[in-house]
C-alpha cells in the first residue's frame, strides 16, 4: 500500500474554538502509539484483489472539552449529500477520530452529539488541510476500565507463532488481573469444514491445565475466512459501550477471503466496528503476503488503529513487535489505552451503559438484519424475550416493547436519529445486546 504523507494539525491548545477549524503543524510520527496514524493517508488503491475499498478521502478529528480535555466515546458522523451517513465513528481516549468516504462520494459536513447536545462543522478539512477540531461542554468522564479482545488465526502455517502468542497473553493477563475494569478474552478462528469455525477460549482456560487442547491445525492453502471470525468478534464479544477504549487485537499470516460476499462481510464488519467505537490492531504474522498485508493496514485504518508486523524466529520464541517482546509490546499497548483520572467530588459523572447480568450465550440466539439499516430491519429471536429496550449512546431510552415471541419481528427506524444503538432484549433477569446501526437514507 502507498502511504501518502500529508501535513497536518495537531491540536495542542488548551482551549479550542466552538467552530471546528483547521490549522497545519508538523507530521505526527510513530504508527505503534495510540494517536490516528495520520500520516499513512487516504488509501490510493481503490481495490485490493476484487475488493472495492470505500476509502480514498480521509476526515480526521478532535474533540476536547470546553476546559482542554479529551473526549473520549463521542460518536462522529461524516454526512454527505442530503444528510447521507457516509461513515460514522467515535474518538479514542485522547478524543481522536477518523472518517473515510470514496472518491466518487461529496462530503459535506461532521456531525457529533455529546451529553445531549449536537455539534456541527461549518467547514469540512479534508486530510490535506488539516484536523476538524470541536470544543463541546462535557461533565466529567470518569474511568470505566478497557476491554481487549484477541482474534487469533489458529490454522496449521501458524504453528510456529502460536504458543509463543498464547503464553505472551497468559502473561498479560498475570499482569493485569488487578487492573480495574479490565476485561481480556481470546478468540481463535480456522476454516470452513474445520472442527471449528471460531472458538471462544477464556484465559482461564490459556492458563489453566486444558491449555494443551488449544492448538493451531488445520487449513490449507487457500484463503481464510477473516471476514467472518471479525464479525463475529465484533457481535459476539461483550463488548463494553461505556469503556474508556475497546480494542481489537488481530492475529494472522492469511489473505482474507476475496469473494463477493466476503468482500461485503469485511466492510460491513468494519463499518460496524468504526460506529461501535472499536479499535482494530491487526498484527501479521509470517508468511503474510502483500495483499494480506495491505488488507490488514486498511482494517486498522478504517477504525484508528495500527498495523504491526510479528517478528521471531521459526520455533515461536523471542516474538516481538519492532524490538520489543510481545508481552512488553501488549502491555504498553494496554496502559497507553488506559484511562486513570477519576472525577472530583461532586462533579457530573457519565451514565454507565454497560448491561447488568450479560450472557453471551443468550445473545447467540439474536440476530438484525440488515444491519447497518436504514428505514426498517428484522429483528430475529430464536427464543421468546421479557423485554426490548433500546438505548443510544448516551443510554437514553429510545423505545421499548413488553412480550416478544420467538420469530422475526420488523423494527420502523423512520424516526431514529443515525448512529449506534444498543438493541438490550431481557429474558428471566438476563440480558443479550445486540448492536445496530442506522444510516440516513
Known amino acids: 500500500m502507498k502511504k501518502v504523507c500529508f501535513t497536518i494539525a495537531v491540536l495542542l491548545l488548551l482551549q479550542l474554538p466552538a467552530t471546528p477549524q483547521s490549522t497545519a503543524s508538523d507530521n505526527v510520527a510513530g504508527t505503534t502509539s495510540l494517536d490516528i496514524p495520520y500520516e499513512q493517508g487516504p488509501i490510493q488503491k481503490e481495490n485490493i484483489g476484487n475488493r472495492r475499498l470505500p476509502m480514498q478521502q480521509a476526515f480526521y478529528v478532535q474533540v476536547n472539552s470546553t476546559d482542554g480535555q479529551a473526549v473520549r466515546n463521542c460518536p462522529v458522523q461524516l454526512l454527505g449529500e442530503s444528510g ?9 481516549v485522547r478524543g481522536q477520530a477518523s472518517l473515510w468516504c470514496s472518491a466518487e462520494e461529496r462530503a459535506q459536513s461532521i456531525q457529533l452529539t455529546h451529553q445531549g447536545k449536537t455539534y456541527s462543522s461549518e467547514k469540512l478539512a479534508g486530510a490535506e488541510e488539516g484536523v476538524n477540531g470541536f470544543s463541546v461542554t462535557s461533565s466529567c468522564q470518569p474511568s470505566n476500565g478497557l476491554g481487549l479482545l484477541v482474534l487469533a488465526d489458529a490454522t496449521h502455517s501458524m504453528q510456529d507463532e502460536f504458543d509463543g502468542i498464547m503464553k505472551a497473553l497468559t502473561a498479560v493477563q498475570h499482569t493485569r488481573q488487578a487492573q480495574p475494569g479490565f476485561q481480556m478474552q481470546c478468540l481463535l478462528f480456522r476454516d470452513y469444514g474445520e472442527r471449528y469455525l471460531t472458538q471462544p477460549v477464556s484465559m482461564e482456560q490459556l492458563s489453566g491445565d486444558q491449555s494443551f487442547l488449544f492448538q493451531a491445525a488445520g487449513g490449507g492453502e487457500e484463503a481464510e475466512p477473516l471476514d467472518t471470525a471479525l464479525m463475529a468478534a465484533i457481535r459476539h464479544f461483550d463488548w463494553q459501550p461505556g469503556s474508556d477504549a475497546r480494542l481489537l487485537l488481530v492475529l494472522t499470516d492469511a489473505t482474507p477471503k476475496a469473494g463477493r460476499g466476503a468482500a461485503e462481510r469485511m466492510e460491513q464488519a468494519l463499518r460496524l466496528a468504526a460506529a461501535s467505537g472499536i479499535t482494530i490492531i491487526p498484527v501479521g504474522c509470517s508468511g ?17 488503529g495500527a498495523f504491526e508486523q510479528l517478528a521471531g524466529n521459526t520455533s515461536g520464541k523471542g516474538l516481538r513487535i519492532g524490538a520489543t517482546p510481545l508481552a512488553e509490546w501488549l502491555n504498553g499497548l494496554i496502559t497507553a489505552y488506559t484511562v486513570a483520572e ?19 450465550a443468550l445473545r447467540s440466539g439474536v440476530s438484525c438484519f440488515p444491519n447497518p439499516a436504514t428505514g426498517k430491519t428484522c429483528l430475529r429471536l430464536e427464543y421468546p424475550f421479557d423485554k426490548l429496550a433500546v438505548r443510544n449512546l448516551q443510554g437514553q431510552l429510545i423505545d421499548e416493547k413488553a412480550g416478544l415471541d420467538k420469530g422475526d419481528h420488523i423494527l420502523n427506524l423512520e424516526s431514529w436519529a443515525p448512529g449506534l444503538y444498543l438493541l438490550e432484549l431481557h429474558r428471566a433477569g438476563e440480558v443479550a445486546v445486540e448492536r445496530l446501526v442506522v444510516e440516513r437514507r
Not at 472525577?343 to 451514565?351: I, N, V
Open 84 to 92: 447521507k451517513t457516509l461513515w460514522q465513528t467515535q474518538t479514542n
Open 288 to 304: 503474510l503476503g502483500e495483499e494480506g498485508a495491505e488488507l490488514l493496514q486498511h482494517m486498522a485504518l478504517a477504525t484508528g
Open 342 to 360: 477519576q472525577c472530583p467530588e461532586g462533579t457530573g459523572q457519565l451514565a454507565s451503559n454497560t448491561a447488568t447480568h450479560y450472557n453471551p
